[in-house]
């Protein structure tokens, strides 16, 4: 073997093992391992199409028409992609995780408290989706037992997020297109069944909602993804790949799949997708899409999971390695889905989509409007109580509002608190702590 053979096996072997054991959970991403747009798309992809997709716009088609559940969830996905894109381009700019952009804005110890919360929310909605996941099989093959289905993926799912971004790339890239395809299939196949799109179109729900609750049900889903989009961005090379991956997921990705599904629960008269799948016929092409859906969205939010409790271990002092966090997370998601909790998904929703959305909006409001355009930001060694102050407020204005989309009100509600009180009180902050200077976007930009 030659001298440049023998730096190539070393090199892919450094680089593996970087995947494994860290995967910059705590530095940035330096502009030599930033990935291309299909890379960073086809995981945003992949995380966005999951099983609350069907979930979300099953519900949503059982009590809408056709026409106004579509909007709704389009109205919802381009929430989200705004979403998204503001908190991405701050991930592309510091190259750092959503956890580690924590430690910004909330200080050090602060983030020991938005890391805990968040991990734990991750996990919790994964625990859900593999109790919704195990009975769904259990429900379409009978012979398998709904436990030992959440057992098996969640050891596959854990292997795969091992890998760290590499994994998800692996892992979208195999899936994507053979969601795409099977979401043509289902397309097809509802059209046949409920007498052509006109005819679909006409049917009207026994029990209607509100476009504004079917909106905020859309936007709910995945109000989450979008606030910890950084972990994916911050591998982009162009604030473009951004953009173009926050449509590809939001818009190509989980909005496709819910508006195909409101059109199937329209077409067949239920929002369940075991019903679904079985009165049109595919239950083979129902079970790998809840098998390739699940997957892909899992092996993701433990990804974020893991890097948030990295990020938790490292502010108190506990050196727990990354691929021990997974581990850990994964039994988190194992022990919620075997409390059964798939019943309350909506509940589980709500929630999330209450106290997520005002986290994004600080995290917006602290890069957008207090410190734009700064290539050096502080980092308070504690805590910075504005932030705090801020997200508690938003969370209450999201709970006691009476609107039907309390995910818009309380990222609203963030934005404009923390503006305020962040300004008011910009040159009061303690100074004791340490200025992040946001390089690597600007050397990546041109590339």
């Not at 096996?9 to 705590?26: E, G, P």
């Not at 972990?231 to 496709?256: E, M, N, P, Q």
């Not at 504690?382 to 709970?399: E, Y």
Request: charged share 10%; aromatic share 10%; proline share 3%.
């Amino acid at each position: 073997m030659s001298t440049n053979e023998v730096k190539e096996v070393k090199k892919q072997t450094s680089d593996i093992q970087n995947d494994i054991q860290d995967d910059y959970s705590l530095d940035t991403v330096p502009k030599d391992k930033r990935r291309s747009l299909i890379a960073t798309a086809t995981v945003w992809i992949g995380w966005c199409i999951s099983l609350s997709a069907f979930m979300t716009g099953g519900t949503i088609g059982s009590g809408s028409t056709a026409g106004n559940g579509i909007l709704a969830v389009f109205a919802g996905n381009l929430v989200l992609m705004l979403i998204a894109v503001f908190v991405g381009l701050i991930g592309y700019r510091t190259g750092l995780t959503t956890y580690s952009i924590g430690r910004i804005v909330f200080g050090k110890k602060g983030s020991i408290i938005s890391s805990l919360l968040m991990g734990i929310l991750s996990m919790g909605f994964i625990g859900v989706l593999l109790n919704s996941f195990g009975d769904a099989l259990h429900s379409l093959v009978p012979e398998i037992p709904s436990w030992i289905a959440v057992i098996v993926f969640a050891i596959l799912v854990g292997a795969a997020a091992l890998f760290g971004f590499k994994g998800l790339s692996i892992v979208g890239t195999i899936a994507s297109p053979a969601l795409w395809i099977l979401l043509i299939v289902l397309f097809i196949c509802t059209i046949m069944h409920g007498g052509g799109l006109g005819a679909i179109f006409s049917i009207q729900p026994e029990e209607p909602i509100s476009f504004s609750t079917a909106m905020g049900a859309a936007i709910a889903t995945w109000v989450t993804g979008a606030a910890l989009v950084s972990d994916v961005t911050r591998y982009c090379k162009k604030a473009s790949h951004v953009i173009l991956g926050a449509f590809a997921g939001y818009i190509l990705g989980s909005g496709l799949y819910e508006a195909v599904a409101v059109l199937s629960s329209v077409a067949t008269g239920t929002g369940d997708f075991v019903q679904t799948m079985t009165i049109l016929g595919l239950i083979i092409p129902g079970i790998i899409i809840l098998a390739l859906a699940l997957w892909t969205t899992t092996n993701s939010n433990l990804y974020s999971s893991a890097l948030a409790f990295t990020n938790l271990s490292e502010m108190v002092h506990i050196k727990v390695s990354k691929p021990v966090w997974t581990v850990i997370s994964i039994l988190i998601a194992v022990a919620v889905a075997m409390l059964g909790l798939a019943s309350k998904f909506v509940v589980w929703l709500n929630f999330i989509g209450t106290v997520m959305p005002p986290f994004a909006g600080i995290i917006i409001a602290h890069f957008w409007i207090i410190h734009r355009d700064k290539k050096k930001v502080f980092m308070p060694s504690g805590f910075r109580w504005t932030a705090f102050v801020s997200w508690i407020l938003a969370v209450v204005i999201a709970k006691v509002s009476n609107v039907t989309i309390p995910a818009i009100i309380g990222l609203l509600s963030a934005i404009v608190i923390y503006a305020i009180i962040g300004l008011i009180f910009k040159n009061k902050e303690s100074t004791k702590g340490e200025t992040f200077t946001m390089a690597v976007a600007e050397e990546t930009s041109g590339k």
